[in-house]
């Protein structure tokens, strides 16, 4: 059974199976009965299909014809060759290995010992793609395939170019990703990191890394695993500065950005754009790009729900001392209003953390300190409240807390007390001030404490994406004054994605030189759904949405209108979910939910209005569903479920802004923590210096035009809208470069490790539509190229002389490298593979597999020209150096033969020893032993250690004079004396640079050899004038 047909059977009983259940003459029982058949007779097919494969092995059949657009070649199957499972012959089922969450029947059960075909091979635990499945794609089988890798240990699994990764929940936990060695240990992590650097080299564009998955599936995990392989492979390692400042600052956006949600203990609030510079094939810089939504939880984290994680570290790691200066002593958690519905779990680890969270703020130059202070004041100020008393102005419960957050931020209680309490107007150009109510004057404390955190945070990502390299300074202390702002905090500009068409268009141009470009690692938000969604559930999901629908766009719309375009036939059809009416319905120009909060922000406060003009507009919209039972509440059918969101705080929580008033207290005159002014140096510019004037701030700034800055609320972007603008240039970023998926899965709902959840699994395969790419990516044709670029990467599979090189003449060109590859294949030892292949009007259609043995035939052939040309320039090499390589051995021999004679009969420059009267050496005179100890007394030796032999000057003396190194001698005899052909003639100047190791010689530098000459076959140069030091 050929794959084609297993996927037409699959394909036919995927529509009885939908007819069946949609069949409204039949009643349930009888549906439910002929479903339960249809999977007895699916389950009976597989198994005739194993024993049918089992029999082929050993009769051996003809191989199959497959005919590719009039080219017709035989391709032996997978299925029916022998060798194709040599990989899995040495596997043997044991019951140890048996998961005892597979049913009985399941190929992981051990064979019986009754009659049977006894299997000796796993198709499951080596099989690293998808693609080479054998029987009916179904999504069980897929999910049996996940299944028997993950309890083998194997969490990442191929579907020809996209990598699917299963969180096990075990393993090294992601503070210790970057740091810890084992995090290498991913053979498929370090495959996809080293194919995006070579694609990025080889064809000199951008690539891209986009992970998908719902919150808690392990993106971040991943991405972190994948930043620390490309830096071990193209920026020097682990132990580089560039990477340990890396490593710095996602630890401390970890803490600052990372909560318990109820869904994931360590929930990433952040979504992170990772943009990777490479030039000259090597990392040179990385930036961080942040898109943060859930800014409310500061002040008001869910029920169930934990704060951020750096306030329970710094409660548990600060000493009393600090806990004295920032005003903290005797406060906890349990009364601390913004901490209060959070509890702890562990303290031990949040000291832990929060001890390398400030060494690592060492590592980037932020003073410790001066965050404190930040920190400190917004969970004072939750203690902070505004009640009425009947009274001029309103009543305070906490004031001590106040005057402990006035002293913190650097500015006076009283004015701290105004700027919550008050509010500034503008009307027709008249300014007037009014006292707020109690609620109001509490909404602004609340805005205040998320307005610090957020500018903190952005300033730290300012912060680290500023610096090429880290500059180290180990500082604690705080810094009052404004030199901050000139040195530690000195503003960028940040570059997230091009947001307008020049950029953009400058970001598609090629790029000059070879391994220039970038490599963007995408770690955006994860889809989710609470007990009460509100508007950061909806912008989280509408991000969701879109990096779906651009996966739709890249792995199954593009591929499949280029074969209709080209008239391609292929066996298989894929209809996958498109998701794009559910985007319209969200950011569709005049009627999207977004662009309604836009307009109804402008006019009104009021939600019930905004959700009656979100019904007008999608009432017959089939994604769209009003709550008749709620009136502020609507549902959304997303990709990947069904969402009900609640409208009650939307339009509030979509401006996200803060007055003025507040604002104005830092400045410089008033305030004089140069830290908390910095945060709000942007706004504080466009006061001018001067008293409030009814102006409206966001509270969250992303980089907006210079132009927008310091306008009043009815110009001022919304929050969604902002993200979707930003959202939006992104995927533009993204459309310019080459991309490659990660699909993450959850192994499980309770985030307990070696735990599979075959339900929680299937339904992220069904949302993430694994099953469409595996049929595609195995029936297909996923790879697409243009005549010219294959030629050009393929071209040296064929002889030269066979190629035209002509553009006119690339498609035949194509063919006939196609030709050679096949016979290629033919003449290996390599396994049966499907190879097909088309050519259409501009395209040449490859099959998954075809063209990884093309990439693989490639890789060889460039591997073995790469050692043809290395050797034969070493050769080379040698051969111009031999004449040259051979006189300096023959020296070195020369020498070895003369320090032998040396030692035996000493020679000195003038001076002949005597000989003895006796014909024989006269031994010294040997002093007493008392005389020697009497001596070494005297001098402070010792006589069983005497003193080292002393080093050799690094000078020589000519008359009187001290001559350095390096210095002019003359030759005054041959060197070599005993051979016929001497390096050193007599009379010939040489350069001296210092003095041998081997006592007695000198280092000369002759013809770029570096010779050794003994001292006394030299003498030092004279022309009337010696160049020295007179002693």
Known sequence: MSVANSFLLDRYLEELRHNMGNSGKATTDEVLLLREQLRNLSLEMMTLKHALNAKTMATGPPLTTTNCNAFTHIVPSPMQDPSYFDAYRDQRYSSSTHSPSCYSGCSCSPPSSGKGIALTFDPYTDLQDLIQMSGPLTEEAVLRALRHRWHSGECHTRVGPVLVSINPYRGVPLEQVLQHSRTNQSQHIHRLASHVLKQLIDTGTSQAVILGGESGSGKTHTSQCLLRQLYSIAGGGNETDSFKHLAASFAVLRSLGCAKTASNSDSSRMGYYIEVLISDCAIYRTKVHCYWLDHARVVRPRPGERNYHIFDQMLAGLSQDERVKLHLNGYAAHNLAYLSKSRTDNTDRDRIRFESWKSSLAVLGIPFFDVMRILAAILLLGNVQFVEDGGYELDIKGNNEIKSVAALLGVSGVSLYRGLTTRTHSLNGQVFKSLCDAQTANQTRDALARALYCRTVLTIVKRLNSLKRPS????????????????????????????????????SSSHSSVGEGFIGIVDMLGFETTQCNRLEQLCINHCSETLQQYYNQCVFRRIQDTCREENIHCDVRVEYNDNTPCLELLTSKDAGIVGIMEKVGLESTDDQMLMQSINNKHQGNSFFQAEPDHEDMFTIKHYA????????????????????????????????????????????????????????????????????????????????????????????????????????????????????????VRRQLHHLQLLETVQLMAGGYPRQMKF???????????????????????????????????????????????????????????????????ECMRDSRQRQAAVLIQSLVRRRIYMKQWPMLKALLKTKLINSKRFQCLDTEPIYEGIQSPPSSTGKTSEPDRCEAGIVEQTCNVYGLDVNHPPPIPKSRPYTVSGGIKVDFPQTR??????????????????????????????????VEHNSCTLHVPYQFTQVKTNGLTVGTKI
């Open 472 to 507: 180290v300074c180990h500082s604690s202390g705080s810094s009052d004054d404004t030199r901050i702002n000139d040195v530690c905090m000195k503003p960028v500009r940040q570059s997230s994605p091009a947001l307008s068409k020049s950029s953009t268009n400058q970001s």
């Open 641 to 760: 479920g069904d969402v009900t969101y609640n409208t009650s705080d939307f339009l509030h929580a979509n401006r996200d802004v803060i007055n003025d008033d507040i604002i104005s207290i830092f400045q410089k005159h008033s305030c004089n923590f140069g830290f908390a002014g910095y945060l709000f140096a942007p706004e504080l510019k466009a006061l001018q210096a001067t008293s409030p004037k009814g102006f409206m701030f966001r509270i969250s700034p992303s980089p907006p035009p210079a132009e927008n800055v310091g306008k009043s609320e009815e110009t001022s972007s919304s929050l969604s809208q902002d993200f979707h603008v930003r959202l939006d240039s992104l995927i533009r970023t993204l459309h310019q470069a080459t991309p490659h998926f990660v699909r993450c899965i959850r192994s499980n709902e309770r985030e307990e490790a070696n735990c599979f959840d075959s339900d929680a």
């Open 788 to 854: 010219p670029l294959f030629v050009s990467r393929f071209r040296f599979l064929a002889r030269h002389r066979q190629l035209k090189g002509l553009m006119e003449k690339a498609q035949e060109d194509c063919k006939v490298i196609l030709d050679c590859f096949l016979q290629a294949m033919d003449q290996s030892k390599l396994p049966y593979i499907s190879t097909r292949w088309a050519l259409g009007t501009r395209h040449v259609f490859l099959s998954e597999e075809a063209w990884q043995c093309l």
């Open 970 to 1003: 003359i030759m005054k005899c041959n060197f070599p004396d005993t051979c016929s052909e001497p390096l050193l003639v007599i009379g010939e100047p040489v350069l001296v640079t210092g003095v041998s190791a081997t006592k007695g010689l000198l280092v």
